[in-house]
């Protein structure tokens, strides 16, 4: 616990110092008290895993308990195969960052990532940026119901059909948004629902695969290489066999 504090203490030190040279350099006088700097000592709501400290405490959706866990990415080729050309582990509960990381777990001998569908969890203007620099082209949702145009049947409940999301200023998001919504965009994000999400039902259904057995982030990303290959085999034999 001491040793995270210290890190969360070093980064939340270096943000802190940023700020203040930014409110210098611009001369802003702020009133009242001044902020204290980050502390580096654990705090009185600090928790840690003593089984196994990599993982961290994540929950599926707001209705559901947490659960000491791991994030396991996956990226699926969506040209037809459905292999898994890249992937890994991590214990962030949040896929804002995991963007970048997952377009770059594909091996280059695969060939070059002309194109990336992600739901809204990977919303990441920075990310975005710098994939589309790379020539890159997204289809990521920006909002909870950018995908509502695939649903053939909505059984939810009313109040959460009418649900409103947040509201979107940036251009960016609203360019994407746009993009998704004509029929070229639509009919390529849908495919995300064909792929990826099948991958992961694969695994945990007709694998059985539901909870990793190791402990510890570098044992787990093992595990969950030899899981990817595990399906990519069983996938393989079936587009050979046509079927």
Known sequence: MESEAKKRGEMERLAYEKKEKERVI?????????????????????????????????????????????NAQAV?????????????????????????????SVDESLGEVKAVLADTGYVNLDAFDELEAAGIELF??????????????DYRPEGRRKKKGRVIKDSRLLDMRKKLQTDAGREMYCKRKETVEPVFGIIKQVMGFRQFLLRGLEKVNGEWSLVRLAYNMKRMQRLVSGH
């Open 26 to 70: 611009r001369g802003i006088n702020r009133k009242g008290r001044k902020p204290k700097p980050p502390d580096d000592r654990p705090r009185d709501d600090d928790m840690t895993n003593l089984t196994d400290p990599d993982s961290r405490p994540m929950r599926k959706g707001r209705n559901k308990t947490c659960t000491q866990s791991y």
């Open 140 to 153: 990521v949702a920006v909002k909870g119901n950018e995908d509502e145009d695939c649903r053939q049947y």
């Open 76 to 104: 699926v080729d969506v040209g037809g195969s459905m292999l898994i050309v890249g992937g890994y582990v991590t214990n962030h509960a949040n896929d804002a960052n995991e963007l970048l990381p997952t377009v770059a």
